[in-house]
T-cell receptor, first 114, second 112 residues
Framework: EAQVTQNPRYLITVTGKKLTVTCSQN?????MSWYRQDPGLGLRQIYY???????DKGDVPEGYKVSRKEKRNFPLILESPSPNQTSLYFC?????????????FGPGTRLTVL | AQSVTQPDIHITVSEGASLELRCNYS??????LFWYVQSPGQGLQLLLK??????LVQGIKGFEAEFKRSQSSFNLRKPSVHWSDAAEYFC??????????FGAGTRLTVKP
């Protein structure tokens, strides 16, 4: 089944403890992206990747890192999480980058930083 | 800068009634417009998209949307709402910067 998977689905952590949220897609998509969803703000893009080893900042990149060493994986790294990073995170992928490509979304990761 | 506005945070309709969710965009070039639906606890699923051509587009689950350039709008409609349509709906615009801008979302409640 074609899908985007994220792990973990739920995570509670404490301020300053490094964490990684994994994202993997099995559709051979070039483009991958991370969003955070907050009430009243919709989805805001954190980082995106047009291809392996190519990443760019989205609208809200502060406090996050990403890497794209393989086409299928695009992990999101929080080196020193803070409470304002408590949010619902979505990974997405599409065949190519560009404005006219449908993005496929993972199921989301709910992160709480205490 | 590109942006999307969904003026209605929350809408309640009765089952069987018609639905229209509003979306306005701000984008200098030809927009690529999308509507996504998010059911509780789920990721986002594409309902429909508009790139060019016929301004009335049909999507899944009986939804349609009409692109009106003069009003910078891309409203989502359904003639008869089902209880399973209760969800949050997001309008989005694809940009030439390879990102996608989402509206804040409209939560739909369906009354029996």
């Amino acid at each position: 089944e074609a899908q985007v998977t994220q792990n973990p689905r739920y995570l509670i952590t404490v301020t300053g403890k490094k964490l990684t949220v994994t994202c993997s897609q099995n559709m051979n998509h070039e483009y991958m992206s991370w969003y955070r969803q907050d009430p009243g703000l919709g989805l805001r893009q954190i980082y995106y990747s047009m291809n392996v080893e190519v990443t760019d900042k989205g609208d809200v990149p502060e406090g996050y890192k990403v890497s794209r060493k393989e086409k299928r994986n695009f992990p999101l790294i929080l080196e020193s999480p803070s409470p304002n990073q408590t949010s619902l995170y979505f990974c997405a992928s599409s065949l190519w980058g560009g404005p006219n490509n449908e993005q496929f979304f993972g199921p989301g990761t709910r992160l709480t930083v205490l | 800068a590109q942006s999307v506005t969904q003026p209605d945070i929350h809408i309640t309709v009765s089952e069987g009634a018609s639905l229209e969710l509003r979306c306005n965009y701000s984008y200098g070039a030809t927009p690529y417009l999308f509507w996504y639906v998010q059911s509780p606890g789920q990721g986002l699923q594409l309902l429909l998209k508009y790139f060019s051509g016929d301004t009335l587009v049909q999507g899944i689950k009986g939804f349609e949307a009409e692109f009106k350039r003069s009003q910078s709008s891309f409203n989502l409609r359904k003639p008869s709402v089902h209880w399973s349509d209760a969800a949050e709906y997001f309008c989005a615009v694809g940009t030439n910067n390879n990102d996608m801008r989402f509206g804040a979302g409209t939560r739909l409640t369906v009354k029996p």
